[in-house]
């Protein structure tokens, strides 16, 4: 059965999911670029965004995490703020993501807005589409086309909240990076994951990240 996943989200050791003061030129918040550092140089990284070849970047339990977020995805879905830093009523269609023209995602991707835009068709296979009508009806239009395959929720952080307070996610993996942030987006908060019915299923540690799955029975 068709999973909602969140894969290789990435928080601090206090709990943040990105730094304060996101914009254009930090779309992650100050300081924030620290939580991923035990991607970048993974396999799968250098190849979905550095343009490596089969080659290039390094092996093993981060990049098995990595590369474990893209298997059996059929779609997306991400908030507003992971699709870029424009706030309000789109002023125009020039922003078109952070990725340049191929973007990583090859399949359609569900983001969550306020604000109506037509489907943008990008290379790659990915076509992004704006959903004005909240968490369910993008998560029923994502499963749709995902036909069977599961469905990966991108954040950003009060993105994946809302799902989750809406018991609506079946796994999470945390990759908790060896640093402080002491602001910005709060993943955490009062949510309480063991009363939503999340128990750990799997955890391991590198010189980068701790890994950590937390399954919904």
């Given at each position: 059965m068709s999973k909602l996943r969140v894969n290789a989200f990435s928080i601090s050791v206090d709990g943040y999911g990105a730094g304060p003061c996101q914009d254009a030129e930090n779309p992650v918040g100050l300081g924030g670029l620290a939580l991923f550092e035990w991607v970048f140089g993974t396999r799968t990284f250098q190849r979905m965004h550095g343009g490596g070849g089969a080659s290039t970047g390094s092996t093993g339990i981060d990049d098995d995490f990595a590369a474990r977020g893209f298997d059996n995805v059929g779609a997306w879905i991400l908030g507003r703020n992971m699709f870029g830093p424009i706030r309000g009523p789109w002023p125009d269609l020039a922003w078109r993501g952070w990725w340049g023209d191929n973007p990583p995602y090859h399949v359609p991707v569900f983001v969550l807005t306020h604000h109506a835009r037509a489907p943008l068709e990008m290379e790659g296979g990915t076509v992004f589409h704006f959903v004005t009508g909240g968490i369910h009806e993008a998560l029923?239009?994502?499963?749709?086309?995902?036909?069977?395959?599961?469905?990966?929720?991108?954040?950003?952080?009060?993105?994946?909240?809302?799902?989750?307070?809406?018991?609506?996610?079946?796994?999470?993996?945390?990759?908790?990076?060896?640093?402080?942030?002491?602001?910005?987006?709060?993943?955490?908060?009062?949510?309480?994951?063991?009363?939503?019915?999340?128990?750990?299923?799997?955890?391991?540690?590198?010189?980068?990240?701790?890994?950590?799955?937390?399954?919904?029975?």
């Open positions: 029923a239009r994502a499963r749709e086309v995902a036909a069977g395959k599961d469905v990966r929720l991108g954040g950003g952080v009060a993105t994946i909240q809302q799902y989750l307070r809406a018991g609506l996610v079946d796994e999470i993996h945390f990759a908790i990076a060896p640093v402080l942030l002491g602001r910005g987006e709060h993943f955490f908060g009062d949510l309480d994951l063991p009363a939503l019915g999340f128990e750990r299923s799997e955890h391991v540690a590198t010189a980068h990240a701790t890994h950590v799955v937390f399954t919904r029975r």
